[in-house]
């Protein structure tokens, strides 16, 4: 009884078994027959036979039976990634990266003026051999805009030429004193310059600096005769910031690059060529100021971050290291090139990757050592006002010149007897007298307006013949 009980049982759940088999398989059949075959990326799976399922991903599978069901596997393509690093033409500022200090800023707020001022009377006097002919002389001028690190409080000038006047071209791109003599004997001029300035400090915290004007920021993310902005800068970019896409990191990671594949080269005259896209080319990075800082702007410029060279002098000693200031009363050699980029919310970030190098070289310091560290992280971000800053202009055309500079930092002198500049010893001696008296200084509107502020620094540039002494009466004037 109890054998024909299972064998009953068996048959009765063979036949339901088999019924709901039919019918599963008849629905399978019915959505494969209505489904439509995709282009290319369907795969149907191999096995055909009945009890015998097919070579299905895991997408196919389930925890039941798989006989006799068809799987497909969809394969995706994967979405091309977007490129981190941007191009002069597609520039961070116009598309910025979601999630990174360039979008989602913060209301626009008045930036706090610094309240540490300090004030140098700088005199350039220029005495110049007789000559025949017409003698035209360009002389550079401290920056004419207010800003929250240097303020130009007066020019006054005085001397023989027939014609003198100063040429001015807007956004701080130039600002110079043109003169001019013929027939004249003797030909001399002065002009004394009253400049405050306060250190300049980036804080991360602070986004809130309203946006630059949109040509002065497309101004900086072009090329210039020596600074590309494309080819090999724009390859040297994407290997440096490969994934990172915050600006303020990009040019951190640009900054970094430069101070370890660069070297300064105390030999070459002035603050160097500036040459980028020679260095570019040959593979060979540095020399002096203008040719590290510029090549750090390039780079920056090339992955769609204005940037520019801001070119200067010299007028106090460092508290950082000696050889970053004035080491004497001589600034003949006291030209220097800073750099600065832009990120929405910041605004100009002052950067010197080049002083870095120079400190490498002049106080022999190893990669390891602890000063070379903090140096590297206080320069990005930080300019020690120890120095003036003249303009930010590339291709400059001096007027009653012809052709175009690369940039106008050093005095240019034409006569008959050909064209000189400050890097030629005997054309433009240059002499710096007096070690400048150290005071701190509140600039406020009283203080503004008088020729020689409280409490100003003295820095008397002296130009003139070769060999000739500079007379204590005029040292006196100075102070």
């Given at each position: 009884m109890k054998?024909?009980?299972?064998?009953?049982?068996?048959?009765?759940?063979?036949?339901?078994?088999?019924?709901?088999?039919?019918?599963k398989k008849q629905k399978t059949s019915a959505s494969k027959a209505s489904s439509k075959p995709s282009s290319g990326k369907a795969k149907a799976s191999k096995g055909g036979k009945p009890g015998k399922p097919g070579k299905a991903g895991k997408a196919g599978k389930s925890k039941g039976s798989n006989r006799g069901r068809v799987a497909h596997e969809v394969v995706q393509e994967p979405r091309p990634r977007a490129p981190v690093a941007h191009t002069a033409d597609d520039p961070v500022t116009e598309t910025p990266p979601q999630g990174t200090s360039a979008s989602r800023l913060p209301p626009v707020?008045?930036?706090?003026?610094?309240?540490?001022?300090?004030?140098?009377?700088?005199?350039?006097?220029?005495?110049?051999?007789?000559?025949?002919?017409?003698?035209?002389?360009w002389l550079p001028l401290p920056l004419n805009q207010d800003t929250l690190f240097q303020r130009t409080l007066s020019h006054t000038w005085s001397g023989?030429?027939?014609?003198?006047?100063?040429?001015?071209?807007?956004?701080?791109?130039l600002e110079i004193l043109h003169a001019e003599w013929l027939g004249v004997n003797e030909p001399t001029l002065q002009i004394k310059t009253t400049v405050t300035t306060a250190d300049r400090h980036f804080d991360v915290t602070k986004r809130t600096v309203a946006p630059?004007?949109?040509?002065?920021?497309?101004?900086?993310?072009?090329?210039?005769?020596?600074?590309?902005?494309?080819g090999l800068a724009h390859q040297v970019?994407?290997?440096?910031?490969?994934?990172?896409?915050?600006?303020v990191a990009q040019a951190?990671?640009?900054?970094?690059?430069?101070?370890?594949?660069?070297?300064?080269?105390?030999?070459?005259?002035?603050?160097?060529?500036?040459?980028?896209?020679?260095?570019?080319?040959?593979?060979q990075y540095g020399g002096r100021s203008a040719d590290i800082n510029g090549l750090f702007v390039a780079i920056c410029r090339a992955i769609g971050i204005p940037a520019r060279c801001v070119y200067g002098l010299r007028v106090g000693p460092s508290r950082l290291f000696r050889n970053l200031g004035?080491?004497?009363?001589?600034?003949?050699r006291g030209q220097h090139v800073r750099a600065e980029f832009y990120v929405p919310g910041y605004s100009w970030i002052p950067v010197d990757p080049s002083d870095v190098r120079r400190a490498i070289s002049l106080e022999v310091l190893s990669d390891r050592d602890s000063k070379l560290q903090a140096l590297r992280k206080v320069l990005f971000g930080v300019w020690e006002m120890n120095w003036i800053a003249f303009n930010v202009g590339s291709d400059v055309t001096l007027p009653g010149k012809s052709g175009t500079l690369p940039f106008m930092l050093l005095p240019?002198?034409?006569?008959?007897?050909?064209?000189?500049?400050?890097?030629?010893?005997?054309?433009?001696?240059?002499?710096?007298?007096?070690?400048?008296?150290?005071?701190?200084?509140?600039?406020n509107s009283a203080n503004r307006r008088s020729h020689h502020p409280p409490g100003f620094q003295s820095a008397c540039i002296h130009q003139g013949r070769p060999g000739e002494r500079f007379l204590s009466g005029r040292y006196a004037a100075c102070r």
């Open positions: 054998r024909r009980n299972f064998l009953a049982s068996l048959a009765a759940f063979s036949l339901f078994g088999s019924e709901a088999w039919a019918a707020k008045a930036a706090e003026p610094p309240s540490e001022w300090r004030a140098y009377e700088i005199t350039t006097t220029v005495a110049l051999k007789p000559s025949k002919g017409l003698i035209k002389l023989n030429p027939d014609n003198a006047s100063m040429r001015r071209l807007p956004d701080g791109n630059e004007r949109e040509d002065i920021l497309r101004r900086n993310l072009q090329a210039s005769q020596l600074v590309p902005n494309d970019g994407e290997r440096i910031v490969g994934r990172i896409k915050d600006p951190k990671a640009v900054y970094d690059w430069v101070i370890d594949n660069t070297i300064y080269d105390p030999n070459l005259p002035g603050c160097g060529t500036g040459d980028v896209r020679k260095q570019l080319i040959q593979g004035l080491t004497s009363d001589d600034a003949s240019q002198l034409d006569t008959l007897e050909g064209r000189r500049n400050g890097t030629d010893p005997e054309g433009f001696p240059l002499q710096y007298q007096g070690a400048p008296r150290r005071r701190g200084l509140s600039l």
